[in-house]
């Protein structure tokens, strides 16, 4: 069983950063492709980023590409989520995904377990 808790989220002003945290209980973490998905107000849960066990292969959605950046610590069962340069349409809840094998996938479908998610309000 894998245990997800986000941290970091907060409302700021267009063009500022933020750091998310998903720190993970449970076995294996290094074993576990994970990821972050948003879902914003009426819209359906989308991938934002994904990376796998070993963290040297990563995903981005093209709308983050060159402003956020997903890492992970195995040392300390922790992902992150660097977002820079944040716009109005980052406004949305964020979750962390994990799945069971130790590579990513793109795909809401692949992931078994979930956060909580934690809210991030980006304003002008």
């Known amino acids: 069983q894998v245990q997800l808790v986000e941290s970091g989220g907060g409302s700021v002003q267009a063009g500022a950063s933020l750091r998310l945290s998903c720190a993970a209980s449970?076995?294996?973490?290094?074993?576990?492709?994970m990821a972050w998905f948003r879902q914003a107000p009426g819209q359906e849960r989308a991938i934002v980023a994904a990376?796998?066990?070993?963290?040297?292969?990563?995903y981005y959605v093209d709308s983050v590409k060159g402003r956020f950046t997903i890492s992970r610590d195995n040392a300390k069962n922790t992902m992150y989520l660097q977002m820079n340069a944040l716009k109005l349409e980052d406004t949305a809840v964020y979750y962390c995904?994990?799945?069971?094998?130790?590579?990513?996938?793109?795909?809401?479908?692949?992931?078994?377990?979930w956060g909580q998610g934690t809210q991030v309000t980006v304003s002008s």
């Open positions: 995904a994990a799945r069971a094998v130790s590579g990513y996938s793109e795909r809401i479908g692949a992931y078994a377990y």
């Open positions: 449970g076995r294996s973490f290094s074993s576990r492709g």
């Open positions: 990376i796998g066990g070993s963290g040297t292969s990563t």
